[in-house]
Every structure is written in C-alpha cells, then in structure tokens.
C-alpha cells in the first residue's frame, strides 16, 4: 500500500469512516509499514492499545467466576498445613521432658545449677581481679613514662 493510501485509510480510521475490512487491511499495514510519519507511528499505537484492550475485556467476559473460589483453595490449603505443622510442634514440645543441662566451667563439668552459678561468679571475681591489676600496671606505666619525659602526668 502506499504511503499516500496509508496516510488516507488513517484519517478514515480516526474519522470513524472505516469498515472492518479497511480496518483489517489498516491493522496489516502499519504492521507492514516502515514509514516514519508520527500519524502512521500514532495510528500503529492506537489500533495496538484499542486491540490489547479489547483482548482484555472478552477475555474477562468470558473466564468463569468460580475460578476465583478455585484459587482460594491452595491458600486454605497451605494455611492449614501451616496450622497443623505448629500445633504438632507446640504439643511435642510441651509433652517431651526437657533434657538435663549440663555446664563446664573452668574444665569443670555439672547439671547442678546452684553449682554452675557457684563457679561463674569465682571466675567472675577472678576477672575483676585481673582487670584491676592490669588497670594498676598501666598507670604505673604511664606513670614512669611521666617521669621519664618530665610531666606530673600525662
């Protein structure tokens, strides 16, 4: 088709004036066309939109409403095995005995808790103990160090 006869079909198809048989042969070619003119690029992206529209609506008119109800199924489905996975759970925990504890604490090895504590408070004590020296070291050092460079303190 030419261009001329192109262009001529479009302002009949925005005119309102076409058949579907000039809107068939219109849809072919623009398809067909290499024309850079922006009313053939216009008349490509309407008669585009206006089909993909068109597609959209009748396949809404005609897909069946249960379809919906159909696909609430798999949720249901999985929120119910969800549900049942955390009761299981929740009654397993609850009616097993739970399971002696055991501690080591300075290579010594026990299930009594009064005894754990015991332990972790001496080797706390032992700690602050040993942070205190340190911390006593230090100052001597800066101390020295302060005499050394003749300062009263750094």
């Known amino acids: 088709m030419t261009e001329k006869n192109l262009l001529k079909l479009i302002d009949l198809y925005f005119e309102g004036e076409t058949s579907v048989d000039q809107e068939r042969e219109l849809r072919e070619a623009l398809l067909d066309s290499e024309s850079s003119d922006p009313r053939v690029e216009e008349a490509l992206a309407v ?4 089909a993909e529209d068109g597609r959209r609506r009748a396949a809404r008119a005609v ?5 919906k109800s159909r696909a609430a199924w798999p949720s249901l489905a999985a929120a119910a095995a969800v549900a049942l ?6 009654w397993t925990r609850h009616s097993t005995p739970a399971a002696p504890c055991t501690a080591v604490i300075a ?3 026990t299930s009594d808790t009064d005894i754990a504590l015991a332990l972790m408070q001496s080797q706390l004590g032992d700690i602050a103990v040993a942070s205190d020296n340190v911390s006593a070291s230090i100052a001597s050092d800066f101390a020295s160090l302060g005499e050394a460079f003749g300062s009263d303190g750094l």
């Open 47 to 50: 008669m585009t939109f206006a």
């Open 63 to 67: 897909a069946p409403r249960r379809r």
């Open 85 to 90: 996975l955390l009761t299981v759970g929740v």
């Open 107 to 109: 290579c010594v090895e």
